[in-house]
């Protein structure tokens, strides 16, 4: 198989928004008897997960389990040991509007829930941080969003997506486990200057 995207090493365009933290900031505590989201006490300020407008801040704990469709502006894992953002069922899926991700803590970090993008974004990882995604991707193929990677750390990415969008590598690194894991073959992966993308088990498309 080859991987399922046009890869564009020479071609780093900058026209695409990077996305905005618009949404209420929300401190995860971890403090109930288990780790879902919707448990009201796992979080320091009332938190809605249904709508985009909150921004999570996971600082504490090892782990937070979606259940059911959860909608955030997007999220900051600074946690400062591991942290793993899970999911409850098959049916579960992690929207992120423009809020994006940040990785910024001591980690490592892992999201093995289902992401579905709902707008422009960064993702940024820290240096000497690793981010790994071992949940699909997948996006509205009409809307054509982009991904900015950001950060001189490494984003891993393992599962068969259907992202219908771009991947911007701006800074650090990105690893690609398998010829699916970008799915769409209408979505590119664009290379800045001087950064790395890497293969295992996977393949170009000529």
Request: proline share 3%.
């Amino acid at each position: 198989f080859a991987l399922p995207f046009n890869y564009n090493a020479e071609k780093c365009k900058y026209d695409v928004p990077y996305g905005t933290i618009a949404g209420t900031e929300v401190n995860w505590t971890a403090a109930g008897s288990d780790t879902l989201m919707t448990n009201p006490d796992n979080w320091a300020q009332t938190v809605n997960l249904l709508d985009g407008s909150t921004y999570a801040v996971f600082a504490s704990g090892n782990a937070a389990t979606v259940a059911g469709d959860t909608f955030l502006n997007g999220f900051s894992l600074n946690e400062s040991g591991s942290f793993e953002i899970r999911v409850a069922d098959g049916d579960a899926q992690l929207r992120i509007a423009s809020g994006g991700i940040n990785a910024s803590g001591v980690g490592p970090y892992a999201i093995s829930a289902p992401i579905r993008v709902e707008g422009d974004q960064t993702w940024q990882i820290a240096k000497g941080q690793e981010l790994e995604v071992s949940g699909s991707i997948s996006s509205d193929p009409l809307a054509r969003y982009a991904i900015h990677k950001k950060g001189e750390g490494e984003l891993v990415l393992r599962e068969d997506s259907d992202f219908a969008g771009d991947i911007y590598l701006d800074e650090g690194t990105i690893l690609l486990k398998n010829d699916m894991t970008m799915g769409s073959d209408s979505g590119t992966i664009i290379v800045g200057p001087k950064r790395a993308l890497t293969l295992w088990g996977a393949t170009l498309k000529k």
